[in-house]
């Protein structure tokens, strides 16, 4: 049987972003603690405020909401290495 297709997409994905060990070092220091690592809702908190939403199900339904988020999650890749620093 065909599984369904997901619901929300991206805010789903936020939500697995947000319980990543690496996204919450990011996240933290992106707000200033070096060398610290922020809780899944803290982190949760941080994309909320970047992607100025009040909830994370708000990214499928605000398409500016959304490309903050992929632009947020760009300069994570790029923060991890998986993708070059853009210029």
Same mark, same amino acid.
């Given at each position: 049987?065909? =599984?369904?297709?997901?619901?929300?997409?991206?805010? /789903?994905?936020?939500?697995?972003?947000?319980?990543?060990?690496?996204?919450?070092?990011?996240?933290?220091?992106?707000?200033?603690?070096?060398?610290?690592?922020? =809780?899944?809702?803290? =982190?949760?908190?941080?994309? &909320?405020?970047?992607?100025?939403?009040? =909830?994370?199900?708000?990214?499928? %339904?605000?398409?500016?909401?959304?490309? &903050?988020?992929? %632009?947020?999650?760009?300069?994570?890749?790029?923060?991890?290495?998986?993708?070059? /620093?853009?210029?």
């Amino acid at each position: 049987m065909p =599984s369904k297709p997901c619901a929300n997409p991206i805010a /789903r994905r936020a939500a697995m972003l947000c319980n990543d060990a690496r996204f919450q070092r990011f996240a933290a220091e992106r707000e200033g603690f070096d060398d610290g690592q922020f =809780s899944s809702e803290a =982190s949760a908190e941080f994309l &909320r405020r970047w992607c100025r939403i009040d =909830s994370r199900r708000d990214l499928d %339904t605000t398409p500016a909401a959304a490309r &903050r988020c992929d %632009t947020l999650r760009t300069e994570f890749d790029a923060w991890t290495g998986r993708i070059a /620093r853009p210029h």
